[in-house]
């Protein structure tokens, strides 16, 4: 990415979202308010691919998927693989992700969400450590319903800074 270009700010976004992936809720909150966070790296990556598809590829989104295995202790390659698999569908029909309204790109978000959750969980299954649960569909709404703020924040950024 040429910093020239307002790649430091591509980088600082992943980096944040990468942070808010890793943040979970106080232990002397109630357990339930964890299963409201969103799926941050897979909105930024999303936003960057429909905006910026010519820099932002597969590559990318595997080594982002990669640091966040090692800061959730999740199988290695597991977030790596929901990224880029997410980060390839998005890349190939990015024009039409663009010609959509917000409240079809949350609700291609929300369908991506669900399938990365999906992929967790059978990945999870494999190994016995996990079981199905409705629960799993909660982040993928929350993410939808937040999908127009962060695309509109993103937006006037990448204006203001020139992202190019």
Excluded: C
Aim: no cysteine.
């Amino acid at each position: 990415m040429n910093p020239a270009r307002g790649g430091w700010f591509v980088l600082v976004t992943l980096l944040a979202a990468l942070v808010l992936s890793a943040a979970r809720a106080p232990l002397d909150w109630p357990e339930w308010l964890d299963w409201l966070r969103p799926g941050w790296m897979i909105m930024v990556m999303l936003f960057w691919v429909k905006e910026l598809p010519h820099r932002i590829g597969l590559i990318s989104a595997w080594i982002l998927g990669f640091l966040v295995d090692i800061i959730l202790a999740e199988p290695l390659g597991l977030n790596g693989l929901i990224l880029a698999t997410v980060t390839y569908i998005a890349w190939s029909f990015h024009e039409r992700l663009r010609m959509y309204s917000v409240v079809q790109q949350a609700a291609v978000v929300m369908v991506l969400m669900w399938a990365g959750d999906l992929l967790r969980l059978a990945v999870h299954n494999i190994a016995a450590v996990a079981a199905f649960s409705w629960v799993l569909f909660v982040p993928g709404l929350v993410s939808a319903a937040l999908w127009p703020l962060l695309a509109e924040v993103l937006t006037r950024a990448r204006v203001r800074i020139r992202v190019e």
